[in-house]
């Protein structure tokens, strides 16, 4: 729309108030507003005291502690930046992103291809009970503690007596390193935590496509677009601003990434499969340097806001808004 | 809408109130946690924190409460149980509740935490007590292996008084041996007997294997390299001592011989020759399929596949006795040997026992209450079950293992003579967490030298930290 065409959407034509017509406050009116003012504090006051408590004052705190060495026992001592310098030469930190993001970037990818490929099935069935089970089935494990599922898959992995390993030498096939090799301990970290994690992706994308407007896939259909183009074409884009949300949902879950390598390899072999979150707890909870590990959950904050940042300013180009 | 907000309460005033209280906040919770609150918080509570889960922390505390109730009318004992994979996860978790502020009176530490927290400072030194009741604990001394007194001993002090142990020995199913034509090892075996019957078992078939392992600093392939004459950090003795030793041990003197005050773990050796040779060995098990890939800390898993009798030979210790026979394993289906020799003998034990919280108020009664601890008579309220090896000679008895087994029982007291205990310094947790990814490193690799080569790095940069 050009600016020199005024229409009555343009802005120029929205009918502004004139100065001289401005009418003086009604007696009390200031009263009111305060009054209400203060009655919007108190409503939001709980969540913001939430917030506050649980999530402003620990990230002040461990930004602060990232400033000490501190190793619990004793007195903390102030060492400016040097925790922030060590962890810039620290050959093992470093490695722990690298695996971080190499694991982080092939959940979200999973999880985003196969939560939309269930949802988008899901979504094709007719009847609705059995749309409902299926919802009910994918979202399942999500409700599963995350614990408790790592404990379970590290048996059925397990490569001397584990369940995927009977079946595969029952079928002739060689046994798997599941847990054991670099390669096998990724892939079996990244496979079950998508497992878990995908019900939240899924039903988020079935929301999106029920709610999509059923005229435009009906034109679609007029136009000729097969199953795939409609999805492709149609489907994708008008769902994208649900595909950006579950993006950065994904990846802020899995930069922090700890439970299932933690207890399935504990960051093995070697260091395959240590995560920031994991060389950031042996920091802390294990050689006592609450310090350090600080300076390593602040490092890895800024890595999740600078990907979060850089996902939001793709989807300027990417994302399509009704 | 911004002019509704714009009151007394305005939004700039708000967000200046929030960063001071913010700041406020985050500076009080950094300072709050460098104090801890000092010990037990009602009178007459003796708090103690046992590794284990609180059922069995509840019935400790319930069976030992009549005898505290002994000690003084008005004492109570309050057990928390911390569970834990291992004594490194104990470790953490009783740490994270000390900076929480609540140390107990009395903690159960093994020989991987005894150096950490001595030095520290979290623990008393016990001397000036042992001194005082040297003639009432003298019967303990004469009971207990110098051995185990000095692994609880840091810079010439006695922090613990120890009650149990387990040396790494060799457990043996006895169905698959006898399966593959072989008889029982003799007390002075050998790593080639032992490869021999590694192979044997490994030809005789069937969904087994002829040796596990776990990976983790007790019983791990550094049994292997204690049998090879090395360890992961240089072995000295802190000087001092001899307040005990010539006091305690005055009957036995050749026993004490060499004794000092405490182990001294010194520059670190995890790429020695015998190390990468040690390394080397059960990578090559591995290799030529005489043993699975190993397990990462616990060992529950290990036990449960022996007590199924799929694995041929693996190390325990004596808490194996009742574990094994609570897995349904029946006495005479398994048994135990020392560990085999290599260019020497030498083999490993942790220990276990009793020590007082510095910052305990009430230390003259948690002393009393480990004292009582260490009897004869409290170890089965403890440990019921042979869930471990007693520190006390006359309680390692034929009777004691009649249930569970096994018949070999003796070795477990036996090889502590020329034992040594594992290499735990008071960077412990660090060597522990090396340890761990340098193994499953080279288990996965194949290449010992490399992966120690990179451990040898991570303990110096950790000894020179700590």
Redesign the interface.
Known sequence: MSSSTDTLESPSAIPRPHPERRVAPRPGARRT??R???F??LMISPAVLFV?VFT??PI??S???SL?S???????KFVGLNNYQRLAADGTVLHSFGVTLILALGIVILQLVCGLGLAVLVNQRRKPWSKAFFRTTFYLPLLASTAAVSIFMGYMF????GVINYYLTSLGLPAI?WL???WGSMLTIVLITVWQQVGFTFVMFVAALTSMPSDVLEAAAIDGAGPLRTLVRVKIPLISPTILFATVVAMINAMQLFDQPFIM????????T?TATIVMY?AG??????GYGSAIAMVLLLIILAITGLIFIASRKLVFYQ | MT???????DRRT?FKI?GA???A???T???G???FAAGSGSTGTIKMLYFGQQSAATALQNALQPQIAKLDKTAKLEVTGINGTDW?DFL?KV??Q??SGSAPDIVSVATEGLQLMAS???LTPLDSYVTKDMSSLQSYFDDTHPALIESMMYQGHLYELPDSFNAGSMFYSTSLLQKAGLAEPSANWTMDEFHTNATKIARSGGDT?AFDWVVRLWGSWTSFLYANGGNLLEEGKYSGGDWLWNKAYANNGTATAGRQGGWKWGTPTANSAEAIEALEYVIDLQRSGLS??PD??GGS?LQG?FASD?IGMTIGGGFWAGGLHNAGMKDGSFNVQKFPTWKTNKSLFGAGGYGIFDSSKKKDLAWEVVKMMVQPSSFDLIFPGNVTTSGRKSLNTAERYKTTGPANWSVFYDQLDGSVPISAPP?Y??L??SL???T??A???GNAKA?LDGMQADLEK?AA?S
């Open positions: 507003a305060r209400e003012g203060i919007g504090f506050t402003l004052v002040l705190a930004l602060v502690l000490f501190w190793d619990v026992i004793t007195a903390p397990d490569a001397k007596f390193p054991t090799s670099t390899t504990k960051g093995g072999p070697g260091t395959a240590t042996q909870f294990q050689n006592l340097q609450f | 002019n509704r907000i714009n009151t007394p309460l708000l929030g209280g913010l700041a906040a985050g500076l919770s950094l300072t946690c460098s104090t490194n953490a740490l994270t000390v900076a520290k400072e979290l294997n699975p890939s990462v800390g898993t596949l799929r960077y947790n660090a522990a967490t761990n990814q340098r499953t490193q288990i996965s690799s992966a950790a930290a």
